[in-house]
C-alpha cells in the first residue's frame, strides 16, 4: 500500500492552496483520512464522502450530548450504511481474498458469516470508521503542529503550542 498512500498524499499537498489561508482539517487532515479509509474498505474513491458522514453520524446524538439531533434521521443513515457494507460485503464474499477490511473479515473462518448478523457488522464497520478517522485526524493534526513547533523555528512555536487541544479532544 505504500507507493499508493504517496501518491495520495502527495495529491492532496500538491493541490493545496497557495498564497492563502485554508482549513488545514478539512482539506488535509479530513481529505488524507477518508481517502484512506476507502483504500482500506477498497471502496471506490468517489463514495469516500460516505465514509465521513457515516462516522459523524454515528458519533453524534442524544447519548453524546447533542440533544439538536433528528434521530430518524440518524437511523435512516445508519441503515444506508448497512446497506451499503453489505452489498459490498457480497462482492468481497464472491471474489478471491484481498487485503482489505472487509475481504479479509468475509473469508475468514470465524467472520465469514458476520453478514447474517447485520447489526453486528454494522456495528464492526462503524467501529474501523469511526476508529480509522478519529486516529487518523488526529495523527495528521499533531504531525502538522510538530512541523509548526519545530521545523519552522520558535516563532511558529507558540502559536502551535496554542492549538494542541486539537489533538488532545
Known sequence: ???LIRERVAGILDNLPRNEEFNWV???S???TMRMLATLFDMPQEARHLLSKWSDTATTGKQFGNHDVDEEARLQTGLEAL???TNLWSEKAKSEPKGDFLSLLAH???TRDLHERP???LGNVILLIVGG???AMAQVVAQQLGIGAFACG???QSRAHRHLHIVRA
Open 133 to 135: 478517522n478519529a486516529n
Open 26 to 28: 478539512d482539506h488535509v
Open 108 to 110: 475468514n473462518p470465524a
Open 30 to 32: 479530513r481529505e488524507m
Open 83 to 85: 446497506d451499503y457494507f
Open 119 to 121: 447489526l453486528e457488522l
Open 154 to 156: 520558535n516563532q511558529h
Open 1 to 3: 500500500l505504500e507507493p
